[in-house]
């Protein structure tokens, strides 16, 4: 008897317990405006933007977070709503600064948008600024707390996703805005650089800090050098930033626009990929068998992650792998092994990296990512800000040619690819260390770990190779870490290796993804990446014949000196 | 109803400036919330006995409440921001807060406020030279019927003439 039989606008509907009237509103096409609701957040049901009436009620309810009961009638569209909406984001707008045309969120605004949809062409009241100061202190994030309209949604992302909680609102009345404890700025609180703030603000709040004027400084230099790299995420993200659907594979677009921007290579940071499971897969083994450093091992390749295990859990970072990420090492490797190849003065190679991530480009400027002799990556580049700069030249992206990276550096495997799904590290590093234990190559049919896919917050496999049993387990969203972490400092955890990603779905829904991400899309990007893995003729790190020959030539074999030098280094703890 | 005391330093009022986060103040601080120890339900409460022993809440102060509560610290400068009866700032040792609600407004608060600034030497929301005194507004206190009506530290002034302020403030100094 779950099924509850309501009227909306005169249409019977059948909702079930524990619905909204916004939930059943949608059942029956029905959209009702919102504004501070988020469908992978709670319902902090603080806008006013979605009430509706029902019938025998005085007052008008927020349709987000009432739940309907059977004979209710609801109405959504009648001159109160429509007078109570409108009021609600007029007097938001009021106190909202009005240079949407020069805001970083223009035509990607929630709240421009209910103004645009309501036909709001004046505003009846005195429009009055809280004129507080810019937070522009950390690498990653810019933080204009003037458009805030304290919804709230990032304050759910921060604590309740992320379980990290810098951010809450402070001060009462007129004065309330989300702020960091004591008004402090980003870069002196316990911030991972995530960016989960800036998908789950409406406004330009929070937003990435814009770093494409460099890029563009860079490309336009013909002194310099300019390569760039892309995260396996990128090709299965930057088309639904230009307009294309969720999960659509744009490989050979995003090289092709990369090259119509001017970048001198596009190389692929999935080379990386392929080099970090052979450095992290022998990690593991050699960890496994001299038993010389603490179990589970954990990954290192989420900057998000490192970030939180440095503030929240230092006593565990003997556990993290010493690899750099993916990011780092293609840094490191370009300007000493392509410089050397390609017979450039480092000191004119400029590194750009294309990323899903806000946190990158905290790791980027981080004193242990020098190992060249020069810093590493110069520059990281979001999905979005990518996607400024395509726009910004009017590069019509859907009717690019596919194009094809650049030798050596854009070699990859479908193993590499799957990094940027949640899980995909593990299942890339147990098809190579299973190769290495036993000498043999995994089975096609016998290459996919799909215990370890999919968007479960925290998930485990075992998987047996010579009579041994490797047990793994993946997170991903950093209250899913933290629950890892719990285990591990309580002794109760018999995994070998831990996965860890910072954002949840892992880098397919990283932080600097396009505006507009929710879980759904997270789901098909990843399905996507796999889809990539299935298409590549090789699907496995060890296999990868630029990395095998960059050993051959460069760094001798995995753990070397030269890759101890370069690949890998230590993290500290940070005060939290 | 208790009059609340900060603690008196040597040599005159208890001082409150912003460098007095010493090891002594913490180790009061912790002994003080180590009763509401991993329950983030008691703040509110915490929050008023820590700042029961300086008058306001001094941000290493808050820093001790969240640790030893459990609760981040941002929802701990959230709360302690939000109501009226918490200061971050530092006040002075008694506190007078004045009804600025429509019954008292009505029944002359403009004047008695006017009276009380004049008479301390403060604009609205300032302490005295002597850190004696810190003047606030407050909402409703819920004792309309002796409107207008003062408070200072828990005692309520009701039925307030402009010419009682010099009487009372003297039973404080």
Redesign the interface.
Known sequence: MSDIALTIDGKSVCASLGMTILDAARTVGIRIPTLCWHEDLGKPSVCRVCVVEIEGQNTLQPACSYPVSQGMVVRTNTPKVRKARRMAVELLLAHHPDDCLSCQRNLKCELQQLAADFGIREIRFERVLRELPKDESSPSLVRDADKCINCRRCIEACEDVQGVAVLSTANRGFDSVVLPAFGDDLNSVVCVFCGQCTLACPTGAIAERDDTRRVWDALADPEIHVIVQTAPAIRTSLGEELGLPAGTVVTGKLVAALRRLGFDRVFDTDFTADLTIMEEGHELLERIEKGDAPLPLLTSCSPGWINFIERFYPDLLPHVSTCKSPQQMFGAVAKTYYAEHAEIDPGRLFVVSIMPCTAKKYECVRPEMRSSGFQDVDVVLTTRELGRMIREVGIDFESLSEEDYDDPLGISTGAAAIFGATGGVMEAALRTVYAVVTGTELPEDGMEFHDVRGLDGIKEAAVEIEGATIRAAVAHGLSNARKVMERISAGDAPWHFVEIMCCPGGCVGGGGQPIGTVMSSRADRGEALYEVDRDMPLRTSHTNPAVLKLYEEFLGRPLSERSHELLHTHYTAKKS | MSEMRGPAGPGGPSVVCKCECDDVFLSKVEKVVSSYRGRPEDLVQALHDVQSLRNYLP?EA?RVV?RTLDV???????VA????MFS?SPRGRHIIRICESAPCHVAGAAEIIDSLLDELGVEMGGTTSDRMFTVETSSCLGVCGVAPAIMIDDVVYGNLLAEDLPAILRRYR
């Not at chain 2, 981040?72 to 959230?78: A, Q």
């Not at chain 2, 921001?81 to 009226?84: H, L, N």
């Open positions: 941000r808050l969240a981040p610290e941002s929802r701990v400068y959230g921001t939000f109501y009226s971050t």
